[in-house]
């Protein structure tokens, strides 16, 4: 939580967003989909055993979220779906990052934390 | 405890009574048991982390204690139906299924007693309506049994008895089912209030307050019209007042369909001469595969948080006749074995050899169980004996036979027939959400 909150505040003086190489954070959301959450929502997001539904771009429901902390929040409490507590807040972060940027949301580069997640809108 | 602390302590006990109606000392234990992984909040220095951290909330999804509940996911739930021995279900024991994490006066005020609000409206009524829960207190109520049953209740057997592992969703086994007196006012009444339009065609049910606003669910008004003395809005489950898990302050019931009909935390029903299409029909709950036909969308059908393009199968409504032995299920393909489930993967339920009296649960809420049969390792088919009370369709139904159990591996399968001579069958058909696998369960059983 304390280097999560540093980011925060570092990020409060960065350019969030329109970074263009992958940040390390994106990186790490990667990687976290990949060993968390494709087994249930597939490498691309389309779908798997354990929920057939999109999770980004078309035909999935981040609208309702409304913006990027609404969506952690969900993340914080749902996800993983079997145990919730199994991985840790900072990199929900990065997952939320991920899905965000795989929805068209958020460039590749950006940063993604509780300092900026509240005004980064999903459409 | 200074006395001006004590009598703000007590204040707000009473307002807390007020809003809940349920002792204190029960919710305490709850919120106690519930939800213990804290720790990444607890480890920020307080001050910080409320300044710093707004959106992260208290990590409480659900109310309800977890010990005699089995924990398959966020806020999913199902019952321990190895366990099962009473003909009305627990509270405890009964199985939740909700969407989002449980919502509560305290994260939404609109749930306390005091402040809530239904609104009954849409072109299909000639009154527009608005009730509190004293309004509703006062109104005629009546109870019923009924069992209340998730959807998704078998999807198990999908992945056990007929290989079919591209079915999603939650594990639920045999357990998201159970049986509850609910009293409630009937929709029969509303209607009267209301004046329904003979041009009503469909009626939503809409929370409003759960999640993130998608979830309600819309019926034909056939259904209200058939049986509007039986559809109700529920306030109390088993002569108690809702738990927050259960819909509390007021839910609908509609018995004999799938849960997701009986829409939780209740604030607005729409009737209306067009069709509804929400999550809960479309993107959920709903039969998608090669047999079933996706229904045709009305022109000036009514969309909430859905398309005509998300329309790609027909809601699941009436649940198929089903049974169950109180015997866990061996889980060998399922993709996921629960935390806490009795069995490992692959490993069979022991019994001891000799004498044994089998028991088990059969439900068919459309037409009621007529009949019970079970058949050991594939020999003949043996009526079970079906203890009363049978109180009409809407209630499951116990039943037992004796079995001498001799050592080895052995096979019992249970098989339901309605009212209407329906039977369940050896396999249903595919389809993608794994909604409502009624086939005869398969219980594997080690006699040693």
Same mark, same amino acid.
Request: net charge neutral.
């Given at each position: ?39 249930? /929502? ?10 057939? !539904? ?26 993983? #779906? ?6 840790? $807040? ?5 997952? &939320? ?27 | 405890?200074?006395?001006?602390? =004590? ?20 919710? =305490?234990? #709850? ?7 804290? &720790? ?8 910080? @982390?409320? @300044? ?16 005699? %509940? ?23 024991? #009964?199985? %939740? ?10 994260? /939404?005020? +609109? ?22 829960? !004293? ?41 998201? +089912? ?6 409630? +006012? ?16 469909? +009626? ?48 609908? %019931? %509609? ?111 459309? /037409? ?21 009370? !049978? ?9 037992? #036979? ?15 027939? $309605? ?30």
């Amino acid at each position: 939580m304390i280097r999560l909150l540093s980011l925060g505040a570092a990020l409060a003086m960065a350019v969030p967003v329109l970074a263009s190489a992958p940040s390390a954070q994106f990186q790490r959301g990667q990687a976290a989909f990949v060993e968390n959450c494709a087994a249930c /929502h597939g490498e691309n997001g389309r779908g798997g055993s354990g929920y057939a !539904n999109p999770i980004w771009g078309q035909g999935a429901q981040l609208a309702k979220y409304r913006n990027a902390a609404a969506l952690f929040e969900y993340h914080q409490l749902m996800m993983p #779906f079997d145990d919730p507590t199994r991985i840790t $807040d900072e990199l929900k972060w990065d997952l &939320t990052l991920y899905v965000l940027v795989r929805h068209g949301t958020l460039a590749e580069g950006a940063e993604l934390g509780a300092a900026n997640a509240a005004s980064v809108p999903i459409r | 405890m200074s006395e001006e602390r =004590r009598n703000q302590t007590a204040d707000a006990l009473a307002a807390e009574a007020i809003r809940n109606g349920a002792s204190l000392d029960r919710r =305490r234990m #709850f919120q106690v048991a519930a939800w213990g992984a804290t &720790t990444a909040m607890a480890a920020a220095p307080a001050g910080v @982390a409320l @300044a710093q951290a707004p959106a992260a909330p208290a990590r409480r999804i659900l109310q309800k204690d977890d010990s005699r %509940v089995l924990n398959i996911g966020a806020t999913v739930r199902t019952g321990r139906f190895w366990e099962f021995n009473t003909w009305q279900t627990p509270v405890e024991q #009964f199985y %939740v299924r909700n969407h989002y994490p449980t919502p509560i006066p305290e994260t /939404h005020p +609109v749930l306390a007693r005091e402040s809530w609000k239904l609104k009954v409206h849409g072109n299909g009524v000639e009154r527009e309506l608005e009730i509190t829960y !004293n309004d509703l207190m006062r109104m005629p109520a009546r109870s019923i049994f009924s069992i209340m049953q998730c959807h998704g209740n078998g999807r198990t057997l999908f992945w056990e008895q007929q290989q079919m592992r591209d079915v999603s969703g939650g594990n639920w086994l045999l357990g998201a +089912v159970g049986l509850a007196e609910w009293r409630y +006012v009937p929709m029969s009444h509303i209607m009267g209030l209301v004046g329904v339009k003979s041009s009503a065609q469909h +009626v939503l049910f809409w929370s409003g307050v759960d999640g993130q606003g998608d979830i309600g669910r819309p019926m034909p008004m056939s259904q209200l019209r058939e049986r509007g003395d039986d559809i109700g809005l529920a306030f109390q489950m088993n002569g108690s007042d809702l738990l927050p898990d259960h819909g509390a302050p007021v839910r609908l %019931v %509609v018995p004999g369909w799938g849960g997701a009909a009986s829409t939780k935390w209740i604030t607005e029903i729409k009737i209306a001469d067009h069709e509804f299409w929400v999550r809960l029909n479309t993107k959920g709950e709903v039969y998608i595969g090669p047999t079933y036909a996706a229904p045709r969308p009305a022109a000036n059908a009514e969309y909430r948080g859905a398309t005509a393009e998300d329309v790609k199968g027909p809601p699941v409504e009436w649940m198929p006749p089903m049974s169950t032995l109180t015997v866990p299920l061996v889980l060998q393909h399922a993709p996921s074995i629960p935390a806490n489930y009795p069995l490992q993967r692959g490993q069979l339920p022991m019994l001891t050899a000799g004498r044994q009296t089998m028991t088990g649960y059969a439900w068919g809420p459309q /037409h009621g169980v007529r009949q019970v049969d079970y058949r050991i390792d594939g020999g003949a088919w043996m009526p079970a004996r079906i203890q009363m009370p !049978n109180l009409g369709r809407y209630t499951w139904v116990r039943f037992d #036979f004796p079995w001498d159990a001799q050592a080895g591996d052995h096979v019992i399968e249970t098989r339901t027939t $309605d009212g209407a001579g329906a039977m369940q069958p050896a396999e249903v058909p595919f389809n993608l959400f794994g909604m409502a696998n009624h086939a005869i369960p398969k219980f594997r059983i080690r006699v040693a």
